[in-house]
């Protein structure tokens, strides 16, 4: 029984047979060449070939594992048509005379090398990429026929380092774990293994050569470890802990359809976060009772003009429908300096996150805050419709909310428009809204705490950077506290509090944000079933 | 000539993806266009020289635009970058 370390990507634990991928790129020669013209006209017809293979290895990924995943074959691609690289090629068989395969392998180890200098950890790991399309471009020169490794029966793949050219290959279905020498956290395979929910191992301490095909290996995504050769007491023992993590999926299914109840039978609703309305078949799959945080910014960016009231209005009205009854809280714009948005006029400012942002936008453009209304009031008489207005600090603002919703009723009333003035609610998510949350609280129909930047402006470190990680505690008293008082303050009024925060996900809170009254948690769709079950063992 | 500056807002910074983007906006215009970060310029129109200035969120970058359509070109580079990274 051996022992190996290496960093997981995805906490899992499965055991099998280890097939070894090994790299069938025979060492490249130089030649001197006669006519080097010729070399860069094969130069370029294998460029084409190599172009046409990523195309289809793109549109194969798409499908097996998803846009997101399948992008990294366009940006080979984008490589590929890179000027300085051809160049590079080019020039290196004009001065050297040398052959094009040789030319392209040295021109790949250079740009690689320049990435892997660089400081940046992602970056390093685009060393690899650029020796993957360098050595398709030599293989398409010799003539070479790219195989896929045939995997026969499920096995932990083992290897020195795999190219998403290699992965997009294997037959997904017969993967049980990647374990590379090399490769990063931000590899591919390390996005891959993320993706299809399988354990697996980077950097991890093994010499390849001494593996062989065959030999039973533990994938331990938990500990961060590969057991080669397991005895029988381990063997034991992981196939019960396999056991366990299969019922615990199927456990987590079972609990759909079923109430969020803890045992003495109280009711807490879990509802979902979302930014389109393409997420809602998320929610759905999920089983979510609802719509806890539906950003509405999506309708905002990426555009010249803001969304006409007819665009928003389907918008919502679809979201509402698409959830048949069940809660859809819609949260008005919520955007500041840090997301350019052309046609608001913002202008940069020094420090976005306590600038012109969210409702602070909204009452003083009151045309987009109006529109937005409109549509709101009018979607909300087709479904089951709440708002909730982001940043609140005052009471003066809420007042300001409401006068402007009154503003846009007497005007549909006079339009002679079907609306419905809905659940109206404020995110708590300034240390101001909470110690002031028993003023509000007659003010509004609920609190919806944003713990991300209630923290933020509560413990005043920017989570993004990551020299603050030692000074950062999520579980901070201080908010702890603050919850307590805002969910208190709510309950005396009779409204009911929520957390649509990342906090609201945290699974060694959940407990205690039920025992503090919490009613509602929102949580990433993923994350519902898993909170569903540890409130009903309560 | 025209020039602006542009903070970084991704997290990442000008990784892979939108680095081909990138170029690939670049490449529309006449113009020729160069990304300044910190000591290091090169030209927005190749994917490895624009990688290779590892640029973070968070850092500056200054866009210099040279050319018949440089007007459009800033503008059109202003709108991607805002709507990109």
């Known amino acids: 029984m051996q022992y190996f370390k290496g960093k997981s990507v995805y906490k899992g634990v499965t055991m099998g047979p280890v097939l070894v991928y090994k790299k069938h790129g025979e060492q490249v020669k130089r030649k001197s060449v006669e006519d080097p013209e010729a070399e860069i006209v094969r130069l370029r017809k294998a460029l084409d070939t190599s172009k046409l293979q990523l195309q289809a290895l793109y549109e194969k990924a798409v499908t097996e594992v998803g846009e997101a995943s399948a992008a990294i074959f366009d940006v080979h691609k984008m490589m590929l048509e890179d000027e300085d690289y051809l160049e590079a090629a080019i020039n290196m068989i004009r001065t050297e005379s040398v052959n094009a395969e040789y030319a392209v392998t040295m021109t790949g180890n250079n740009f690689s090398q320049m990435f892997s200098a660089m400081a940046d950890d992602y970056m390093k790991a685009r060393a690899a990429d650029v020796l993957d399309v360098s050595l398709r471009l030599a293989r398409n020169l010799c003539g070479d026929k790219e195989q896929g490794m045939q995997i026969q029966q499920p096995s932990v793949i083992v290897a020195d380092d795999l190219s998403p050219s290699e992965t997009v290959q294997m037959d997904k279905e017969k993967i049980l774990a990647f374990v590379t020498v090399h490769g990063s956290t931000n590899s591919h395979t390390a996005i891959l293994a993320r993706m299809m929910n399988i354990p697996a191992l980077v950097g991890t301490d093994l010499d390849i050569s001494a593996l062989s095909d065959g030999m039973i290996a533990v994938v331990d995504g938990f500990e961060g470890a590969m057991i080669l050769e397991p005895d029988d007491a381990t063997c034991e023992n992981v196939r019960r802990r396999i056991r366990e993590e299969e019922e615990k999926v199927a456990l987590l299914q079972e609990l759909k359809g079923k109430d969020t109840v803890t045992a003495d039978g109280r009711k807490i609703n879990v509802y979902a976060n979302i930014g389109n309305v393409g997420d809602i078949g998320y929610v759905l799959e999920n089983d979510a009772e609802g719509i806890g945080l539906f950003r509405s910014e999506f309708l905002y960016l990426g555009r010249e003009d803001a969304p006409s009231e007819e665009e928003q209005f389907e918008a919502y009205k679809q979201a509402a429908r698409m959830m048949a009854g069940k809660k859809v809280i819609i949260r008005t714009l919520d955007i500041g300096a840090d997301k350019q948005v052309d046609y608001l006029g913002l202008s940069q400012e020094e420090n976005p996150a306590l600038g012109f942002r969210a409702i602070r936008i909204c009452l003083k453009q009151p045309d987009i805050f109006k529109t937005q209304l409109r549509a709101l009031l009018r979607a909300a008489f087709y479904g089951n419709i709440s708002i909730m207005y982001p940043m609140v600090i005052s009471t003066g603002e809420v007042q300001r909310i409401r006068a402007v919703v009154e503003d846009v009723v007497q005007e549909l009333e006079e339009q002679g428009i079907q609306y419905r003035v809905p659940e109206q609610g404020i995110m708590i998510e300034t240390p101001a809204a909470a110690l002031i949350s028993d003023r509000l609280a007659p003010m509004v129909d609920f609190f919806s705490i944003g713990t991300n930047d209630l923290t933020q402006y509560t413990l005043a470190i920017d989570r993004q950077n990551a020299k603050l990680d030692d000074f950062y505690n999520p579980h901070h008293e201080a908010i702890m506290r603050m919850i307590q008082m805002v969910v208190e303050n709510g309950h005396k009024h009779g409204k009911w509090v929520g957390i649509c925060g990342e906090l609201g996900a945290d699974t060694e809170l959940t407990q205690q944000f039920v025992r503090m009254g919490v009613d509602e948690l929102s949580v990433a769709p993923s994350m519902v079933l898993k909170i569903r079950k540890i409130i009903r063992e309560m | ?85």
């Open chain 2, 1 to 85: 000539m025209k020039s602006f500056r542009y903070t970084i807002t991704d997290e990442i910074g000008i990784h892979a993806r939108p680095a081909g983007l990138l170029v690939k906006e670049a490449g529309k215009y006449e113009s020729s266009i160069r990304i300044k970060s910190g000591e290091k310029s090169v030209e927005a129109t190749g994917l490895m020289a624009v990688m290779s200035l590892g640029v973070r969120g968070g850092q500056t970058i200054e866009i210099v635009v040279e050319g018949s359509d440089e007007e459009k070109a800033a503008a059109g580079m202003k709108q991607f970058l805002e709507q990109n990274l």
